[in-house]
């Protein structure tokens, strides 16, 4: 079975930073893009952003973009999100999910291209 969890949430003032990790397990993810999503209460899942399976490739929602940053390990099958300058807007539930998708360097930002989710770990960052 896949399993994704997501760890690093938690409290900042704006202007902190936090780096959210992603690890899997059950399966090799070297073939897996990995996207990032984030809900705030009351409003839509939003995406963040993605990499593919190489980690050569990247993809970063503008809101975001000079901010946040995605990378990973394969041969540790884990995933990070590193979230700079944050700002009160950025407070949601972050989501990792992941699409099996061999070789190809293809971005995903749809909810619906993933397979497989996390739990979600809450950032809140305070003004």
């Known amino acids: 079975q896949v399993q994704l969890v997501e760890s690093g949430g938690g409290l900042v003032q704006a202007g902190g930073s936090l780096r959210l990790s992603c690890a899997a397990s059950?399966?090799?993810?070297?073939?897996?893009?990995i996207g990032w999503f984030r809900q705030a209460p009351g409003t839509e899942r939003e995406f963040v952003a993605t990499?593919?399976?190489?980690?050569?490739?990247?993809y970063i929602a503008d809101s975001v973009k000079d901010r946040f940053t995605i990378s990973r390990d394969n041969a540790k099958n884990i995933q990070y999100l590193q979230m700079n300058s944050l700002k009160p807007e950025d407070t949601a539930v972050y989501y990792c999910?992941?699409?099996?998708?061999?070789?190809?360097?293809?971005?995903?930002?749809?909810?619906?291209?993933?397979?497989?989710w996390g739990q979600g770990t809450q950032v809140t960052v305070s003004s």
């Open positions: 059950g399966h090799t993810f070297s073939n897996y893009a």
């Open positions: 999910a992941a699409r099996y998708t061999g070789y190809s360097g293809a971005f995903y930002l749809g909810q619906s291209d993933y397979s497989y």
């Open positions: 990499i593919n399976w190489s980690g050569r490739g990247t």
